[in-house]
Structure formats: C-alpha cells, structure tokens
C-alpha cells in the first residue's frame, strides 16, 4: 500500500465551479499535512498546510482533515483556468527522529473556461 | 528575498562524467533534502540533512551522494552518472521546528544524461 494516495486524474472541472482534490493516508502517526500546486515544469509551491481534524480555509482554498478516516481534502472554489495545475499532497511525520514528508503521485486538475 | 537557488537549471552530459548540482538556501534553515521527479513516480526523496554535518539516505540514494559543510548549502554530487539518473531535480529547505516543517522548493534542475 502507498503511503500517500491520490487519484492522478486528470479531474476536469468547469470554471466557476468547486474542485475536490482528495488524498489518503497509510501512517496513523502522521502529524502535519500539505497541499501544494505544482505547474508543469515548475517547482511546487505551498498553498496550504493543516494540523487539526476539521477544515481550514484560505482565500478560495479550504483543507479538510480528518485523521481517523486517514483523509485529506482540498476544496477550490470559484475555480479559475489559473488553477490548472498538478496538485501534491504532503504528508509529514517523525521516523526515528527524522522528519519525512511523503508525497503522493498528484492529481491533475484542469479548470475548463 | 527568502529563496531557495540551484544550478544548473539545465543540463546535458554523457555516461560516467562526474557532475555536482548545487543548491543553497537563505532562510537559516537547518533542513535540507534532495528529490527527484519522474512521471508517474512523483517526488522521491533521494538525501536529507538535518543539519551541517549530518545526512542520511531518503528513499532512492542509489548513485548519489552529498555534503553538508556549511548550512545554506546542500550540494548533490552524481559520481558517475547514468541514463536512469535522467530526471527533474529539486532541492527543498525547511525549518526543524514550527511552521509544520513547511519546505520550500528550489526551482529544479533538468538532468539528461546521454
């Protein structure tokens, strides 16, 4: 079993809309939990992080976390063609003293104006 | 401007001919790691260092090898390498503490290797 999971896609979403990205988790030790945007050939770059069972919202971003279903989400709304992008979840823990962040394979989004 | 840099952003080589990839930081960050990027296999972590003088192997450190001499730099060294090393390359940087351990990414490195 991976350790982080997503659906690669791609996920294809008319502009305006909400998009739903959502990722699972195999570590039940896992402690912090991140969503970054990748676009193609770039680096990825932070949109959110999320600690806490429940939601937190930036901007059009809303993570949503629940730890004893091992899930993680992210909602977009008012989706713009800007969003198309790749999006990474991260999922950090502790290993012998070493923090490791694991990422999943990412899913493809695109916003179709 | 807090940034994480790397060079070359691309390069080409042969089989065998000994290259370094650099990446240096400037936030004061005690974390460092090194990832690789290929499709359908998303981002493996190839070397850590959680700070000067201390490494340790990620998931794929086959071929590889680093140093950790001075804090902002975390060079990635390719003895000899080889056409599966071919890839996107990043370097990322964090804090050990606070802020989730949120890591920044440098802006990568296109390796071909021929």
């Known amino acids: 079993q991976k350790e982080v999971e997503q659906n690669s896609g791609p996920l294809s979403v008319p502009e305006g809309a909400i998009a739903s990205l959502n990722c699972t988790y195999s570590d039940r030790g896992s402690q912090s939990f991140f969503w970054y945007r990748q676009y193609s050939g770039k680096s990825p770059e932070l949109i959110m992080f999320?600690?806490?069972?429940g939601d937190k919202e930036d901007g059009r971003f809303t993570a949503q976390l629940n730890k004893a279903s091992q899930y993680v989400s992210l909602l977009i709304r008012d989706s713009q063609p800007s969003d198309s992008a790749t999006y990474l979840c991260?999922?950090?823990?502790?290993?012998?003293?070493?923090?490791?962040?694991?990422f999943g394979q990412g899913t493809r989004l695109t916003i179709n104006p | 401007e807090a940034q994480v840099t790397q060079n070359p952003r691309y390069l080409i080589t042969v089989t065998g001919k000994k290259l370094t990839v650099t990446c240096s930081q400037n936030m004061n960050h005690e974390y460092m790691s090194w990832y690789r990027q290929d499709p359908g296999l998303g981002l493996r972590q190839i070397y850590y260092?959680?700070?000067?003088?201390?490494?340790d192997k990620g998931d794929v450190p086959e071929g590889y090898k680093v140093s950790r001499k001075e804090k902002r730099n975390f060079p990635l060294i390719l003895e000899s390498p080889s056409p599966n090393q071919t890839s996107l390359y990043f370097c990322?940087?964090?804090?050990?503490?606070?802020?989730?351990?949120?890591?920044?990414f440098g802006p990568g490195t296109r390796l071909t290797v021929l």
């Open positions: 990322a940087s964090s804090l050990i503490r606070g802020a989730g351990y949120t890591q920044y």
């Open positions: 260092s959680m700070n000067v003088e201390v490494t």
């Open positions: 999320i600690y806490s069972n």
């Open positions: 991260a999922v950090n823990g502790e290993i012998q003293g070493a923090q490791k962040l694991v």
